[in-house]
């Protein structure tokens, strides 16, 4: 018997040194896991290539890791970041376990016999604890994993309802640009004229500060500016040579008769569009048509459209006049700057230059 306790001591002793060894590499393992946690969440360039950091975690079989590879979405350094924090709460676990254990034996080590009821308690507690723990895992599991699904369910319900969306809005900005279409061939004005004055006004729109839906909304609003000249009688818009008083005064209409059109029509789309087509030719200095609304009278969204309008025009072909250089076309913009146009779209106009030249460059005519 004593012979068996004193092997039972030195076995015991043996487990506390490695006991002791464990609780410092698991320690420093948990403060390098903290450490990757952390810089992927403040500083992940420097974590280096985010895939072979990742695999070291994927190996970890646990409920966190596995909740991070199934979100597959998310970006790399939170994954990362929760694959190390999993990492640290495991290893944080498995330290606790062997310090009770390391405990117990330390204990049977001093004590007279190994075999006291005391050692008996303790190790029952040490495996009520491991119970508690693989229990408490499988909980937080289980309610994670709910959670994890509930946000399924409702990502799946939203994308359904965002893709009935998105078929409206393609068959409004379908119909829309068909309308658009008509007017063009309608008044003569051949050519890409409304797509180019629609970019034109997105890009005018954000360079004002629009943000990307309220510059879309103008972009596809704008295409509808003249839609009222589907009114006017087409020997008055064909006219090859120049128009009476009477004339021009009928042309004039077509902003009147566009508000008109667009009048009981729904939606934010359309309300943007009613504005521009009855606004497009007034001038801040007063002088434009049909109401001869004055500065702020005018909305932000008529002024833009009337410079992307008066600027495609003058640089396209009509059947009375040639295409005009764009240099001379741009100076005629910025000198009518506070009188013909908006100072702030004008000085707009010039910032974004280089992008509006592009755009009438990538949607030139096929002639
Ligand atoms: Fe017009
Ligand atoms: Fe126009």
Redesign the pocket.
């Known amino acids: 018997m004593e012979e068996t306790k004193s092997h039972i001591r030195k076995l015991g002793n043996y487990v506390r040194w490695l006991v002791i060894v464990a609780e410092i590499v698991l320690i420093g393992v948990i403060i390098l896991a903290l450490i990757a946690a952390g810089y992927a969440l403040f500083k992940p360039d420097l974590l280096g290539d985010a895939n072979d950091i990742w695999e070291i975690f994927e190996e970890e079989n646990s409920v966190l890791v596995n909740i991070a590879i199934a979100m597959e979405n998310i970006p790399d350094n939170i994954r990362i970041m929760l694959g190390a924090l999993a990492w640290a709460l495991s290893m944080l676990g498995v330290l606790f376990v062997i310090h009770k254990i390391g405990k117990i034996f330390a204990e049977m080590v001093r004590s007279e016999s190994p075999f006291t009821d005391q050692v008996a308690r303790d190790l029952k507690k040490a495996s009520d604890g491991i119970l508690l723990l693989a229990l408490v895992n499988v909980l937080l599991g289980l309610v994670l994993f709910l959670f994890v699904r509930l946000f399924a369910y409702l990502f799946e319900y939203g994308a359904a309802i965002q893709k009935r969306a998105d078929e409206t809005n393609r068959i409004q900005e379908e119909m829309i640009l068909s309308f658009a279409e008509i007017t063009e061939n309608k008044s003569g004005q051949t050519g890409k004229h409304v797509k180019r004055v629609a970019e034109y006004s997105r890009i005018l729109a954000t360079e004002l500060g629009m943000d990307a839906v309220e510059a879309d909304r103008l972009r596809l609003a704008s295409t509808m500016?003249?839609i009222g000249?589907l009114l006017v009688p087409s020997e008055i818009l064909d006219k090859p040579a120049k128009l009476t008083d009477e004339e021009f005064a009928e042309i004039k209409k077509?902003?009147t008769y566009g508000g008109k059109l667009l009048n009981n029509v729904e939606g934010e789309v359309m309300k943007v569009a009613r504005t521009v087509a009855l606004e497009?030719?007034e001038r801040p200095d007063g002088r434009g048509y049909p109401e001869g609304k004055q500065q702020e009278a005018i909305s932000i969204e008529g002024k833009i459209v009337a410079v992307a309008?008066v600027y495609d025009a003058l640089t396209s072909r009509r059947s009375y006049k040639d295409a005009w250089d764009d240099t001379k076309a741009y100076e005629e913009i910025v000198k009518g700057k506070g009188t013909q146009f908006d100072a702030a779209v004008v000085e707009a106009f010039e910032r974004a230059y280089p992008k509006i030249n592009e755009a009438r460059l990538s949607l030139q005519d096929a002639n």
């Open positions: 500016h003249d000249k077509h902003t497009h030719h309008d």
